[in-house]
């Protein structure tokens, strides 16, 4: 007998999603307070709430957070720009796909984290090295999206413009870049995601004490201050999280027509 799964609603899934955090929380607390789960540098995950409660309500965190935010958001409008106007271009040119695939293939490979400290060497302390940094990580799938999108456009439409003699510039603004354009935001979605985890990363590494990383990276040369760090850990998570979804609702709002197709 086949079992027949209906979809699950969305307010259903977001239900179930917060259960299942808060009860994985519950087993951990329950493990580490019956001492069957021990170690110094793991935290009751109760203390780590209570911790994320006062850093919303500290002013100076909220900076942190307001620094890492700009950050990701230059980095993101950055790579925004150079991958779609690139991409694009590679998908609807094969010349420009020859002249910049081999470059891309080079490049791509490239941890963004490892190019952060160059790019301070090259650029100086301040935001834009980190910004740089999240827009190296997050060019990649906007790219990429963008290319095979450009290359998917239905050539009857695009064969028909020839036909009425239209330039080659006004198929690629009027055809290919509207065709295109949901898939394209796509992989703005994704590199969101990306770009703030990176943009922690770069903090991190880089250790000028600014941002969430930066916050991180202080509170964790005092073993006193775990819950601190693993506060400020959970705050980046959430933050993900909402990221994820605001990316998600404008993507529906958008581009909700496009459901079910693929570039």
């Known amino acids: 007998m086949q079992l027949i799964h209906e979809p699950l609603s969305r307010r259903s899934e977001v239900v179930l999603g917060v259960a299942g955090v808060l009860g994985s929380a519950l087993v951990l607390e329950l493990l580490i307070r019956l001492e069957i789960v ?13 911790q994320a409660r006062g850093l919303l309500g500290d002013v100076d965190f909220w900076s942190q957070i307001l620094y890492t935010l700009r ?43 490892a190019v952060g400290p160059l790019l301070v060497l090259l650029i100086g302390d301040g935001m834009l090295p980190l910004a740089v940094t999240v827009a190296i990580a997050c060019t990649w799938p906007i790219l990429f999206n963008s290319m095979y999108a450009a290359k998917a456009v239905d050539p009857v439409a695009i064969q028909t413009a020839r036909t009425l003699h239209v330039s080659p510039l006004g198929i690629l603004t009027r055809i290919r870049l509207p065709a295109a354009l949901p898939f394209m935001f796509t992989g703005i979605r994704v ?9 922690v990363s770069a ?61």
């Open 38 to 50: 021990t170690g110094s540098g793991l935290p009751l995950p109760s203390a780590v709430a209570d």
């Open 203 to 263: 903090e991190l590494l880089l250790g000028n004490g600014v941002g969430i990383g930066g916050y991180i990276l202080l509170a964790s040369t005092s073993a006193s201050n775990l819950d601190a760090v693993y506060a400020a850990t959970l705050v980046a998570g959430v933050m993900g999280v909402l990221v994820s979804v605001l990316f998600a609702v404008a993507d529906r709002l958008l581009f909700g027509w496009k459901a079910g197709l693929a570039p």
């Open 71 to 113: 950050e990701w958001m230059l980095g993101l409008a950055i790579a925004s720009v150079a991958g779609v106007v690139l991409g694009g271009l590679m998908g609807a040119s094969r010349t420009v796909f020859k002249l910049f695939a081999l470059t891309v293939e080079i490049l791509r490979p490239l941890p963004a984290i």
């Open 191 to 199: 590199a969101a995601s990306i770009g703030l985890i990176v943009a």
